[in-house]
């Protein structure tokens, strides 16, 4: 047994390493690196029989917490402000628009009852947010489009959710008042976008005044509070996915302490998220299951990619102030991703007769979605000339933490045996290209002038060129003639 766990935890680290180099390959070629997690899963069923629905919806809603809090956090109040009527058109009217046509053309090609067909067009009536990030990220497309499509993303999950949750009941439940559903929709929405901004205000008070030991807790703290947010929203009978969203809209545009940090992290923790909600995908999906529905699968796909979302996408936005052009590459953009499958699992653990013929579907259009969509994006921004002229302009902080430019910030402890320490800046003479930018002296922030004493016990952070590390090092030599060690980091 022992030695059959070794080899699942092997597997899962050479899929874990391979999942995440594949990146580059996806950027390169515009398509969503969850494709390969899906295939990555699909292997290691061959290994590991895996038909746990209960623990994938589980382990699939923790992620789109995780997933939803750090798309809230990177999106800027600031430029989803003027686009916000258009987003929350598509996110509601265009959702269950979509719904309804997917549903109609369910019934006639799945040959499923009525309320079945609509409850499979729920499932997959949204846009995900970490496709359409992954995707549109670092794309030169018009900057007004994209915040409407993040905004899209992040805001349209609730009303899948209540959507596919709503039918599902009725199809149990067929005596079911609809004004119900309508009460219960306000209730959810609007109790979920309090609790987000709530919470999300506790938790910028207590983030910016706790002092914690260590700077890699306050990421975890804010996880807990998306947490937080979920699990409130969940007892009370509300949208937990909003308050999520609304909670990362807070924080990410608040001054908030070591946000780079929390940004960083919950960054990483996403995808590490995303991994696991395809690896579980590839793993639920049995191929010999695949064959029998393969055109049902495929020609869904493309009924929703090419008649369902435009046009849920056209009514929803008939009176906003997009171009025909506009309007069929946000059309275009709307990527199914880790929702879908999520919701996907809520037919199987309700014993629905459809709900494995609904799962097994929902792999053909978030596969092909990814494919096809994912790698066709940009192209169809160029050929509608929705490109926009400026590149945008990372930060320095962006730059030399991501290795796109020669230079890198080192800290160096400074040791009483150093030449340098008791020293003036300007009397060092460092290099034009070497620069002290920061001082930590007694747990307070220097700024560094040419008079500046360096004191023994500082922590100087140095910006220079790559190409000059040990000449940089060679600044802070020790009475001893040895070369300082300075820890290089990412900031």
Known sequence: MTHLADQIILLLAALLLTGVLSTKFSTRFGMPALVLFIAAGMVLSHFVYFNNASLTQLAGIFALVVILFEGGMQTSMKDIRPVMK??????????????????????????????????????????????????????????????????????????????????????QH????????????FWEMGMGLVLGIVIGKLGVYLINRINLNSTGLY????????????????????????????????????????HRTIMNFNHGFAWMMQIAMFILLGLLVFPQELAGIAWQGLLLSVILMVAARPAGVLLSLIFARFSFREKILISWAGLRGAVPIVLAT??????????????????????????????????LASRLKLVSQEEPQPSLMELV???????????????????????????????????????????????????????????????????KREEMKAIFRNGKGKAAEPEITPL
């Open 219 to 258: 990421p975890v703290l804010a996880i807990g509070f998306a947490v937080l947010a979920y699990g409130t929203a969940a007892l009370l009978h509300s949208s937990g996915l909003l308050a999520v969203y609304v909670l990362g809209l807070v924080l990410g545009n608040s001054e908030l302490m070591y």
């Open 86 to 171: 258009p987003a929350l058109s598509l996110a509601t009217a265009g959702v269950l628009l979509t719904t309804a046509v997917t549903g109609v053309f369910a019934r006639l090609v799945l040959g499923v009852p009525w309320a079945e067909s609509f409850l499979f067009g729920a499932i997959v009536g949204s846009t995900d947010a970490a496709a359409v990030f992954s995707v549109l990220g670092g794309k030169n497309i018009d900057k007004r489009l994209t915040s409407t499509l993040e905004a899209e993303s992040g805001s349209n999950d609730p009303m899948a959710v209540f959507l596919t949750v709503s039918l599902l009941e009725w199809i």
């Open 174 to 185: 067929p005596g079911m008042a609809i004004w119900g559903l309508v009460l219960s929709f």
């Open 346 to 379: 809520y037919p199987l653990l309700a014993g629905l007769p459809q709900g494995r013929l609904f799962f097994n579907v929902v792999f053909f259009v978030v596969l092909t979605s990814a494919v096809i969509q994912g790698t066709t994006i940009s192209p």
């Open 401 to 467: 933490a991501l290795g796109r430019t020669g230079s890198e910030f080192n800290h160096i402890g400074i040791e009483r045996n150093m030449p340098v320490a008791g020293m003036q800046i300007a009397q060092i003479g460092l290099p034009e290209d070497i620069l002290f930018t920061a001082i930590i002296r007694n747990k307070s922030i220097v700024t560094p002038h040419g008079s500046t004493v360096i004191e023994p016990g500082d922590t100087v952070y140095v910006l220079s060129p790559k190409n």
